[in-house]
């Protein structure tokens, strides 16, 4: 079985080229996107649960610890986001800055109960709390709106200084997106090939040796998973903006699942880019086989379930293993310039 | 005053009396040893000495500063380090990764989160230098999961001995070792006696009398006896447990 440190580069490197990869592929995604039958918003979407599916990553994959309520973080970036536009003013970076913080202050809450457990408790607690989130979101409609959720929420405009650039259409805020993912793969590869990042790695492979060598456990699972939590509700105000709404369904049991679905479908537990990949496969088999089926989540179910059966590995693995060569010495070394 | 003692240590778990009334002192630059059957409490001794678990009752103290009861992080951190009877590395990771996440200056980086883990040159330098301590050089770049027993059993002391320990705690080191593979230990302990106080838990008698100067022998959660490894050899508690009539 591959893992994320068989395949994961000790990279020095700011940017790699699987980075350029993406940022060529996302960028002129816009070109091509209607010729191949598709639209500009699945492109939004794409790149919003990127941003949340790498930020999973580093809990789930990275550190080994399997959240299955992390939608609450994503709606509560997106209620944050609603609520700062309406109540204190129409700001994208205070916006976005709300729906990190409350996030954060969520993810802090949950993460000071859980940090000190490990598996299934771990798991459990997660859900737990998870559907605390989602009932609360239901039941506090003088805040949330209820299940009607938070409507006509602005996407308020990109303030540059000198220039201020329009999010309302479409296509300029999946470049905006595009942006913000790119910003968020430099940061969390920098944090994954970190110290910070090894040790969270360490801690997955064995927590005991771990404590032994002098790391205080606990407190890099807490800020793994209050990180975590931060991305996603980054995500979950870009959500916001892009459905120009909040909704507590986004923090369901069966929504915290999809993320899972998506990065273990993808190759997360692998690779620094398996949830990249596992978004991309789900969004358009929805969209692709949705066109063709009203089933189709049935057929993605089937082939979720034959992955983790055949290819546990997830598509990143099969990509990984269809082009590995016989490891020279060079390729293992940890100072290197790319990426992979 | 000894680099490291015990004091009336005792520790149950429910009705079951695991360690009772422990003393031990482990000096400085010596080799120590600790042996007795299975199930004598040995390893519960360890993981009581190294912060596994706290001691029920009595005194743990290092350099005369208790830590009876620290987690052990803490107890890592003041430099006691230790390895243990089933292997605990870090399996996904290559044999100079182990060693480096062991390093206190790796350590003293641990909150940084956006530089290059392994960019520090002075940092592999000195966890080859570690992995040289333990006949690993040249096996920098395999994953640790693919070294032989034996040779993952030295690991696991590098990984102890990154920590720049005052005092290395050796869980059953022969535990699963073939001759060979145990001359090998023998001969890796003796060179380290020379730079760290160690202390050995050994089924293996003729093992441990060969590298230990002093040994304290557990039996039922009691030491019931303690001494050179010579004095020890005319003792009849030693002499019954070596004949197998003590277990």
Known sequence: ?340 | MALFEARSIHKRFGARVVLENVNLSFEAGQVSGIMGPNGAGKTTCFHVLTGRYAPDRGEILLEGQSIGGLPPQRIARLGVARSFQVMNLFDDSTVLENILLALPDFRARRHKALTAAFADAALIDEAREVLDQVGLTGREWEPSVSLSYGDRRALEIGVALAARPRILFLDEPTSGLGTEATLNLARLIARLRQRYTIVVIEHDMRFLFRIADRIAVIHWGQVIAEGTPAALSTNKWVQRSALGELV
């Open chain 1, 1 to 340: 079985m591959l893992t994320l440190s068989d395949i994961s580069p000790r990279s020095t490197a700011w940017v790699t080229p699987q980075m350029l990869v993406l940022a060529l592929v996302m960028l002129s995604a816009p070109l091509w996107l209607g010729p191949v039958g598709l639209y500009q918003y699945l492109g939004i979407e794409i790149a919003i649960w990127m941003v949340y599916a790498l930020g999973f990553n580093l809990l789930f994959g990275y550190t080994g610890l399997h959240s299955f309520g992390h939608g609450a973080y994503l709606g509560v970036g997106g209620y944050a986001f609603g609520l700062f536009q309406h109540h204190v003013g129409t700001s994208l970076v205070g916006g976005l800055a709300a729906a990190i913080l409350a996030s954060a202050l969520a993810g802090m809450i949950v993460a000071a109960a859980v940090s000190h457990r490990r598996g299934i408790y771990f798991a459990l607690l997660t859900i737990a709390f998870g559907q605390v989130f989602w009932f609360s979101a239901i039941k506090l409609h003088w805040l949330t709106g209820g299940e009607d959720g938070l409507l006509n929420i602005p996407r308020p405009a990109l303030d540059l200084g000198v220039v201020q650039v329009t999010l309302s259409d479409n296509l300029s805020f999946y470049y905006f997106t595009v942006a913000v993912l790119g910003l968020c793969v430099v940061a969390l590869w920098r944090i994954v090939n970190s110290p910070f990042g090894r040790i969270l790695q360490a801690i997955r492979q064995n927590e005991m040796r771990a404590s032994f060598i002098g790391y205080e456990v606990w407190r890099f699972k807490f800020a793994a998973f209050v990180l975590s939590a931060m991305f996603a509700g980054l995500a979950g105000g870009l959500f916001a903006m892009a459905q120009e709404s909040a909704y507590p369904d986004v923090m369901s049991l069966h929504q915290s699942g999809l993320i899972v679905m998506m990065v273990l479908v993808g190759g997360g537990l692998v690779s620094f880019w398996g949830p990249v990949l596992g978004v991309v496969l789900y969004f358009v088999a929805r969209d692709v086989l949705g066109a063709l089926t009203e089933t189709w989540l049935l057929w993605y179910g089937l082939m979720f379930v034959a992955m983790v059966m055949f290819r546990p590995e997830g598509l990143a693995g099969v990509l990984h293993r269809l082009r590995r060569r016989p490891p020279s010495a060079a390729q293992t070394r940890p100072v290197t310039s790319g990426g992979a």
